[in-house]
Each structure stands twice: as C-alpha cells, then as structure tokens.
C-alpha cells in the first residue's frame, strides 16, 4: 500500500517492481515489434517502391509525362500514343499490300488443290508463253528463246507436280514484273526443281522452296 511522508505519497516497494516489470516487458515488446514486424515491412516497402521509382524516373526523362500545379499532363502521351498507333497501321497496310504483291493467284491456288492434269498444265504454260511473246511484241523487249523455254515443265521424276502450278505462276509473275519495269531483253529463266525446307518440329508438314 502507499505511505505519505511528509504530504507526500509513497509507492511500496512491491509495486514498484511490479511497474517495472510492466515498463521493462512492455519496451521489450516494442523493440521486438520494431525488429520483427516494422523493420521488415518497412524493407519490403522499400523493395516494392524502387522499381516504381525507376520506372517513373524513366518516364519523367522521356518527358510522355509532365507534373506541376494541376496535377499530370498526359497530352504528351498521349500523342506518342497516337504516333505508335499510326505507325502500326502504316505497317499493317505494308504487310498487307506485301502480302498481295507475293501470294499466288486464285487460279494457282485452286489448280493445286485439285488432282494434277498434265495435259490442263501443258496449255496454260502454252498460253502464259503466248501472252509473254505478245507482251514483249507490244513494250519493244527482246526475248530469247532460252527465256521462253524456262518456263517450268513436267517432268516424270517430280515428286509433286500439283507444284507447278505456283511454279509456272511465279515465273510468269517475274517476267512480266521485269518488262513493267523497263528491262529491254530478256534473255533466260532459270528453274529448278522444288526442295523440302526442314522445320524446328518434324511432326509438322514441310515447307517447299520453289527456287526461280
């Protein structure tokens, strides 16, 4: 119990142990707090900050973004936006007209996926022969008869024939190409036989080079 002395009071000395311990417990604990709890989450905190500070000092330095009194200005990003979104459409249209410029035409296309006819083969290599001659008649362009004669031709060894079809189109497709732009002779055309590109997965079917 407390005593006075003098008008003044006066803890016993049992409970001031007892505060003591309460004091001494109760440090311990937030010490243990401080270094099990707070400083951890404090470093994770940290970790997780950095990358993000990073990354908006990167943007800060690209100047997409710009902070002051009324909060962000995201006009210069969204400008490079549009930009990015411009130039992905020029490249698509790119990729497209490409995509027309080199594939086959229907007709190629159609007659390799029906069973291969020598003798329907031989008169349209026949009449792309003729339109040549007429071409080069018209446009003032020499053509050998080497330039002629290369255009593909069956052969009994050919391991598929429904090839030439896109053959015979792309060499046809060539010439004509070199007349329009301005070629004066045409001297040869080189063909050979069509041959297996390998795959990264052979359980997948093999692509065939047509080599011109």
């Known amino acids: ?87 992905a459409q020029r490249w698509q249209s790119f990729s497209n007209a490409l995509t027309r410029r080199l594939a086959l035409d229907k007709a190629a296309t159609e007659k390799m996926r029906q069973p291969f006819l020598l003798v329907e083969y031989q008169n349209e290599r026949q009449l792309k022969q003729e339109e040549l001659q007429r071409i080069c008649r018209e446009k003032k362009v020499e053509l050998a008869p080497a330039a002629l004669s290369g255009y593909p031709d069956y052969s009994a060894d050919l391991e598929h024939p429904e090839l030439l079809w896109a053959h015979l189109s792309i060499v046809h497709h060539a010439m004509l190409q070199a007349i329009n732009c301005g070629v004066t002779q045409l001297i040869s055309t080189s063909v050979r036989t069509p041959r297996p590109l390998e795959t990264s997965e052979p359980l997948k079917s093999k692509f065939l080079e047509l080599p011109v």
Not at 28 to 45: H, I, Q
Not at 47 to 55: A, G, I, K, S
Not at 73 to 82: D, Q
Request: net charge positive.
């Open 1 to 87: 119990m407390a005593k006075t002395t003098g008008g003044k009071a006066m803890i016993c000395p049992r409970k001031y142990k007892v505060v003591q311990r309460v004091l001494l417990l109760g440090g311990l604990f937030l010490w243990l707090f401080l270094v099990l709890v707070f400083l951890p989450l404090s470093e994770r905190a940290r970790e997780l900050d950095t990358p993000l500070t990073v990354n908006w000092y990167k943007v800060q330095k690209t100047q997409l973004v710009e902070a002051g009194p009324n909060g962000i200005n995201k006009t210069p990003l969204e400008t490079r936006w549009r930009e990015l979104n411009e130039l």
